[in-house]
């Protein structure tokens, strides 16, 4: 089956670094992408990763690695509007997205 | 990056009655559209995908004949809800993309209440 993992919740300290890591298994894989999601509201689009490495932009960061079915979003220099779930989706060979569950961060001042 | 327009933002109907979703694409050509539902706490649940001119195809589960989609032009698809109920409130959002991208951008997303 297909299926994506991420962890429910994360919190984190403002002006420090997190990591939120996203695992899957999908028939075929046309790429990751990671959302950003604030109550109420729209997923907003952060990145989208096809080949093994890293991705920077700007405070955001995104890693594949397409052998293991890991990736993870790397959140520097924290904000308090950095407060959201972020949703990992993984496109399978259909190019149709198959969503993880949202991980919440919650930022401390 | 490309816009993608969504209305309502909030509708409250009466059970019963049914509501109408839509959602355009204002500077592209949306050739397939996805209509999300989401429950609070919870993540996107696909309910539909609908390639322009084609009919819908349904996620197991999904009612067609209660959510009925139209995509009838390359930058409209409606939802409409019938005869809905109170289990149907939802926050509804819609995706759009072209053939040419791998991104579908979203819709600002219809939150719904029946009462």
């Known amino acids: 089956g297909q299926n994506i993992d991420q962890p429910t919740e994360m919190t984190a300290t403002e002006g420090a670094i997190v990591q939120i890591n996203c695992t899957y298994q999908?028939?075929?894989?046309?790429?990751l992408f990671w959302y950003q999601q604030h109550a109420g509201e729209a997923p907003t689009f952060l990145s989208y990763n096809v080949l093994d490495g890293l991705e920077e932009k700007g405070r955001f960061s995104s890693f594949l690695s397409r052998s293991k079915g890991y990736s993870y979003l790397l959140l520097k220099e924290l904000q308090m509007k950095d407060s959201a779930s972020y949703l990992c989706a993984a496109m399978d060979s259909n190019y149709q997205l198959i969503w993880g569950a949202g991980t919440k961060l919650i930022i401390k001042p | 990056g490309a816009v993608v327009s969504q209305h309502p933002s909030w509708v409250i109907c009466k059970s019963g009655t049914s509501v109408k979703i839509e959602c355009r694409s204002l500077d592209f050509q949306a050739t397939t559209m996805f209509w999300y539902r989401q429950f609070p706490k919870q993540s996107l649940m696909l309910m539909a995908t609908?390639?322009?001119?084609?009919?819908?195809?349904?996620e197991q589960g999904v009612e067609k004949d209660k959510f009925l989609i139209n995509h009838a032009s390359l930058t409209l698809s409606t939802l409409t809800v019938t005869s809905a109920h109170p289990e149907d409130s939802s926050f509804y959002i819609c995706s759009a993309k072209d053939r040419m991208d791998t991104e579908a951008f979203f819709g600002q997303g219809t939150r719904l209440t029946v009462v």
């Open positions: 999908t028939s075929g894989f046309n790429g």
């Open positions: 609908s390639n322009e001119g084609s009919k819908a195809t349904y």
